[in-house]
């Protein structure tokens, strides 16, 4: 169980005499009067629990009652009914633990009042453009009665400089979290792994994957599911998951879980008939040790960098191996010859968002790994349509391994181990399944 309060008085003690204001995330129209489905913001989740749109939560510390401030959509029959329930100004106090609560179209008139002899306002200039020029407004005429004897907010602070910190730095309970949706999300791929056959579409397998995860308790998937067979694993977004599988290609699943708005992030890459060809099992073992490599590097004190940087070594000494990439190593990372064929970089941060928060340089320096961080190991190699600077036995192979790390005391713990990615536990794995379609 998530302690919001515990959260928002860590929070509060930061922010000083700073107030925060933290907007819902906006609707957005899917087609015609239908929205997609609503996800709430992260910032303003982690630090309330509430889920609803149209909302803003306001913290000032300073203030000697009011200093968790819900501004929500009162209670109506009729809408919900139509759209679902609504906790309401008393839910927003009582359920909530709000201190004061209005309703969302008093904003303008009340939300300033709480600025007033404040000198830091701390809020994220997002892409809500029309929240970013409402707090615009609202400093602009406190700034306009200073004759009046109001004082305004000087200083504009991202919440990228503290809430987005306390957000890098996983507790044991967000931990938790994680590793349920990694866990789900690692049944769906096993799933995936051993119900696929040649001639299914992508999204056949895209369905069984998802039905896992929801079945399992997953809000849904945490982001578009991505399942390229051939060529389209070569597109590092594809989302289109429609093509036919054929005998001899790879398949690609990058897709993750969502529990209680904590994302998982697992990359897959299978052969389509069971067992890879010898062109793939070579490209395949360069990924591999490049994500051992990089692995190693996940420890308190090593720096972000340290696990692109093992990762791109390794992919190197791979692609010379395999004759793709020709010359000494150190040039050739100097050069970046690999990126035709290596594009991204090895790790994003992983927790609420799936591209999570929190900088990855602190003073111009790339920030040291510390106990609680959560970030992803995914390097790749992909050798697409327009690769023809390599041998055309690899012309078709994307290949990317990728898994979720927390970062510990004395090293790492992989929260996404449970799906298989040597080569002979996933041939393993997918031998089963012939033997389960053989059995009468
Ligand atoms: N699925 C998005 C990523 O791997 O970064
Ligand atoms: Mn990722
Ligand atoms: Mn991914």
Same mark, same amino acid.
């Given at each position: 169980m998530i302690d919001f309060a515990a959260r928002r008085w860590a929070y509060m003690e930061r922010i000083g005499d700073g107030v925060a204001i933290l907007p819902a995330a906006p609707t957005f129209i899917k087609t015609a009067d239908q929205e997609h489905q609503y996800r709430p913001d992260s910032d303003l989740y982690y630090l309330t629990g509430f889920a609803e749109p149209e909302a803003v939560a306001v913290l000032a510390p300073h203030h000697p009652d009011h200093k968790f401030i819900l501004f929500v959509r009162p209670r109506d029959k009729t809408m919900e009914t139509w759209n679902g329930r609504r906790a309401g100004l008393e839910g927003a106090r009582q359920r909530y633990g709000a201190d004061a609560a209005y309703p969302i179209d008093q904003l303008d008139a009340v939300l300033p009042q709480y600025l007033e002899g404040v000198s830091a306002v701390h809020y994220h200039f997002g892409h809500d453009k029309v929240f970013n020029d409402r707090v615009h407004g609202w400093l602009a005429a406190m700034q306009r009665k200073v004759r009046n004897g109001i004082t305004a907010p000087h200083i504009m602070v991202d919440t990228q400089v503290i809430l987005h910190e306390m957000r890098l730095r996983k507790s044991p309970d967000e931990v938790a979290l994680m590793r349920r949706a990694a866990e789900i999300a690692a049944a769906g791929h096993r799933k995936a792994m051993s119900t696929t056959e040649p001639g299914q579409r992508e999204y056949e397998v895209q369905a069984e994957l998802e039905y896992v995860m929801r079945k399992g308790g997953a809000m849904g998937p945490s982001y578009g599911s991505i399942v390229g067979g051939?060529?389209?694993? $070569?597109?590092? =977004?594809? =989302? +289109?998951? @429609?093509d036919i599988l054929n005998d001899g290609d790879l398949l690609l699943i990058d897709a993750g879980a969502e529990v209680e708005y904590y994302a998982s992030d697992i990359t897959r890459t299978f052969p389509v008939s069971g067992t890879f060809t010898a062109a793939q099992r070579e490209v395949y073992e360069v990924v591999l040790w490049a994500q051992e490599a990089a692995l190693g590097q996940c420890q308190p004190g090593k720096r972000f960098c340290d696990v692109h940087g093992a990762a791109v070594r390794t992919i190197v000494e791979g692609l010379v191996h395999l004759g793709v990439l020709k010359g000494h190593v150190d040039d050739l990372i100097a050069q970046e010859a690999y990126k035709p064929y290596y594009m991204h970089k090895t790790s994003h941060w992983l927790g609420m968002d799936v591209h999570d928060v929190g900088v990855y340089k602190v003073g111009g320096e790339w920030r040291e790994l510390e106990p609680g961080m959560v970030l992803t190991v995914e390097p790749g190699l992909y050798f697409g +349509? *327009? $690769? *023809? @600077?390599?041998?055309?036995?690899?012309?078709g192979i994307g290949i990317r391994i990728e898994d979720d790390v927390l970062i510990t005391h004395d090293g790492y713990d992989v929260l996404t181990k449970d799906v298989p990615k040597a080569i002979d536990e996933i041939e393993g794995l997918m031998r089963k399944r012939s033997a389960a379609a053989a059995m009468p």
């Open positions: 051939g060529f389209n694993a $070569t597109i590092l =977004h594809y =989302h +289109e998951n @429609s +349509e *327009d $690769t *023809d @600077s390599a041998a055309a036995r690899y012309r």
